[in-house]
């Protein structure tokens, strides 16, 4: 009877043991449910609002984007119709002629020949200008000095351009002896010809200077200036 009482004190100890190690074995369970839950829990609160803030910043640089593409396509816009607009200027400018090469004589004078009527030339050389017209031909840097075969006739192209315009005074100072003497040989020989003579001027326009006598002496001019 006593190793009976001892077995079942000894088995009901083997119980008790089993039930205390089964419930140890639960609340851990139970316990780490409730803090993987709770850990969850926090991470989806910490992250919805970066998440919330990301779909704002996404909201916001769509409803912005529009507007900064709409300031720059009219900035491209605008640079266009710049870029246009000058090109139209340069277009109605019409020709630099400050950087055009400048003309040789002799092409003008063959212009004007093609334009008016020009009797039979002589072409002056160095020392024809220097004897007659007191003109000395190493200050010029180009020149035509055209008059009339016909010792009647007073037509004459004279076309000069200086090396230095220093040199000026003394250039048209030679043409007008050379108008005086002219008109003054003309006066009683050919009153005609001394007419077209007294119409006559020497001109300058910077280093170019010009004496035309000849009926059609406006036309002529007018093509000079047009050349010059």
């Known amino acids: ?22 419930g140890c074995k639960k609340n851990p369970s139970s316990s780490t449910n409730q803090v993987d839950s709770e850990s969850a829990s926090s991470v989806d609160s910490e992250s919805a609002p970066e998440s919330k803030k990301a779909s704002d910043d996404v909201k916001s640089d769509d409803s912005t984007k529009p507007a900064e593409d709409a300031k720059k ?5 605008k640079s266009e119709d710049k870029i246009k607009n000058e090109e139209d200027s340069q277009d109605t400018a019409g020709p630099d002629k400050s950087n055009k090469e400048p003309v040789a004589l002799m092409d003008l004078y063959n212009k ?12 002056a050389d160095e020392d024809f200008m220097l004897n007659y017209y007191g003109i000395d ?11 009339c ?21 003394e250039v048209v100072e030679g043409l007008n002896m050379v108008l005086e003497q002219m008109s003054a040989e003309m006066e009683n020989y050919n ?4 007419e077209l003579v007294k119409a006559a001027e ?11 006598i000849h009926q059609d002496r406006e036309a002529i001019l007018s093509i000079i200036d047009s050349a010059l």
């Open 1 to 22: 009877m006593k190793s009976k009482v001892i077995r079942y004190r000894i088995f009901a100890g083997m119980v008790c043991c089993l039930l205390a190690l089964s």
């Open 202 to 212: 020497v001109r300058r326009n910077g280093k170019n200077i010009d004496l035309i």
């Open 73 to 77: 396509n009219t900035a491209d816009s």
């Open 149 to 169: 075969v016909d010792s009647t006739s007073t037509d004459s192209i004279i076309l000069i351009r200086l090396k230095d315009e220093a040199s000026a005074d």
């Open 112 to 123: 004007i020949a093609e334009s008016v009527t020009l009797p039979e030339m002589y072409f």
């Open 191 to 194: 009153p005609e010809a001394n």
């Open 137 to 147: 031909a190493s200050k010029l840097e180009d020149y035509v000095f055209a008059s």
